[in-house]
C-alpha cells in the first residue's frame, strides 16, 4: 500500500499540471488539484471565495465546513462542489484527515451536465459517493503525476474528466447520461489515440493520411472525430503540436539546423517561416523573449 509521504510527493507533483479538456462534453481548465493530508499541512482555511467551482472529496477522517450561511460536515467518501464566489472556509479536521480538492473553470456543452452545474450553483449539497470510482481514478492520477511522462499531461486530463463525472453523476438524475457519457468516451479515446500518434512521431513527416492510416480509417473519418472532440481538424492538431515541440527544442542550446531536422524541416530558412506564420514573430524574436 502506497505511504501517505509517497502520496503527498506524487500529490506535488499533480499540482504542476494544469489540465485542460477541450470536447462535446465540457471544455475546462484546472487551477488546482491535488490531495491533502491533515498529518502534513494544516487544513483549516479562513473563509474565501473563488472564482471557480471547488470540490472537496474526503477520502479518510472529516472535516467541517462552512459555506455561505452554512456549516456542513464531510466524513469518508462524502463531498461537495462549492460554486464560484461562494464565500466558504474550513473550521474543523479530524486525526489523519485526508481530501481530493479540484478547482476548475468550466463551461458545459452537455445538457444533463448544465442541469447539474445549475444545480450545484442553487443551494450547498454535499453528496456521497455510492461507489469506489472516484477513488480509484484519483489514485491512478496520483500514479500518473508520478511518472512524469511525455503524455501525462493529456493522460491526467482524461483521468479528470473521468473523476469529475464520477461526482457529477451522484447530483444528475438524468438516466441517459451514463450512455451520453459512453459514446463521448470513446470518441476522446479515439482523440487521445490521434494525439499520441501525432506526438510520438512529430519529429518525422507526419500528416492527416498517415495518421488516418494509423487508425484504420479514411481521412474524412478522422477527421470528422478530431473535429468533434476539439474543434480542430488533424492537420490544426499536427500544426499546434509541432509549434509545441519547436518550442521545446528553442528552450535548449540546440542550433537552428539541428532543430529543423528534428522537427521535419528541410531548411533553418523552412523553419523559420513556418514558426513565423503559426506564432507571428520570428524564432530569434521568441528565443530572445524567453530570455529576459
Known amino acids: 500500500m502506497i505511504s501517505t509521504a509517497d502520496r503527498a510527493d506524487a500529490s506535488r507533483l499533480l499540482g504542476r499540471y494544469r489540465l485542460h479538456i477541450d470536447d462535446s462534453l465540457m471544455l475546462l481548465d484546472s487551477v488546482w488539484c ?8 494544516n487544513m483549516l482555511s479562513p473563509p474565501a471565495w473563488h472564482s471557480a467551482h ?4 474526503i477520502m479518510k477522517g472529516s472535516i467541517v465546513m462552512t ?3 452554512e456549516e456542513i460536515t464531510l466524513s ?17 479536521v479530524s486525526e489523519n484527515c485526508e481530501k481530493f480538492v479540484f478547482a476548475f473553470d468550466i463551461q458545459s456543452r452537455n445538457e444533463s451536465i448544465k442541469e447539474t452545474l445549475g444545480e450545484i450553483g442553487c443551494r450547498v449539497c454535499k453528496k456521497t459517493v455510492s461507489d469506489n470510482r472516484a477513488r480509484v481514478l484519483i489514485d491512478m492520477m496520483l500514479d500518473e503525476a508520478k511518472r512524469c511522462a511525455s503524455t501525462s499531461e493529456q493522460a491526467l486530463s482524461g483521468l479528470c474528466e473521468l473523476v469529475l463525472l464520477a461526482f457529477f453523476g451522484e447530483y444528475s438524475q438524468k438516466q441517459s447520461s451514463p450512455a451520453v457519457m459512453m459514446s463521448v468516451f470513446e470518441s476522446d479515446k479515439r482523440v487521445n489515440d490521434i ?16 495518421v488516418a492510416k494509423h487508425l ?4 474524412r473519418q478522422v477527421n470528422r472525430i478530431a473535429k468533434q472532440s476539439t474543434g480542430h481538424t488533424v492537420t490544426e492538431m499536427i500544426t499546434e503540436e509541432r509549434l509545441s515541440h519547436i518550442k521545446r527544442l528553442l528552450r535548449s542550446e540546440m542550433s537552428l ?3 529543423a531536422e528534428m522537427s521535419d524541416f528541410r531548411s533553418e530558412y523552412s523553419l523559420n517561416r513556418f514558426f513565423k506564420k503559426y506564432e507571428g514573430e520570428s524564432i530569434g524574436s521568441w528565443r530572445r523573449s524567453i530570455q529576459k
Open 34 to 41: 491535488r490531495t491533502v493530508y491533515s498529518d502534513r499541512e
Open 54 to 57: 471547488e470540490l472537496h472529496h
Open 67 to 69: 459555506v455561505g450561511d
Open 216 to 219: 484504420h480509417l479514411c481521412v
Open 257 to 259: 539546423s539541428e532543430i
Open 76 to 92: 469518508e467518501d462524502e463531498f461537495v462542489i462549492i460554486p464560484p464566489k461562494k464565500v466558504h472556509s474550513t473550521v474543523g
Open 195 to 210: 494525439r499520441n500518434y501525432i506526438s510520438e512521431n512529430i519529429s518525422s513527416h507526419i500528416d492527416v493520411g498517415s
